[in-house]
């Protein structure tokens, strides 16, 4: 009986070990100062700024190019609704020419030709 329990032990103990590490397509950290979200395996990180917003994607940890990608935002603060549509500004960048003031819910809507669009919710 104890030489079963400690065989029992050993055996998940060396599951626990030799269980491969995995990190959900790349690194949820945000790189430019922004929020950080993951939706359909790419991460997402929106920034706020004094002039607008920027939207950069991420993929296995790698830049997204944002060329032929399209996308809106829409912010609910304060009672009101904004919005505004994000245009590509380079690598995986996008613009959108709208303030995000705290508190704000904020939904991103994103779409590559010949996908489906995904939506982001962040909260500032």
Request: no cysteine; proline share 0%; charged share 15%.
């Given at each position: 009986m104890k030489n079963t329990l400690i065989?029992?032990?050993?055996?998940?103990?060396?599951?626990?070990?030799?269980?491969p590490f995995s990190q959900a397509h790349g690194d949820t950290k945000p790189v430019h100062g922004g929020v950080v979200k993951v939706e359909h395996e790419m991460v997402f990180e929106l920034v706020r700024g004094?002039?607008?917003?920027?939207?950069?994607?991420r993929d296995h940890g790698k830049p997204y190019p944002t060329a032929k990608v399209t996308g809106d935002i829409t912010?609910?603060?304060?009672?009101?609704?904004a919005g505004a549509t994000f245009t590509a500004a380079g690598d995986n960048k996008?613009?959108?020419?709208?303030?995000?003031p705290d508190g704000a819910k904020v939904?991103?809507?994103v779409k590559e030709s010949g996908h489906h669009s995904v939506t982001v919710r962040f909260t500032f």
């Open positions: 065989t029992l032990a050993f055996i998940a103990l060396s599951t626990l070990f030799f269980a004094e002039t607008g917003a920027s939207l950069y994607l912010i609910l603060a304060n009672g009101k609704k996008m613009t959108a020419d709208v303030a995000i939904l991103v809507k």
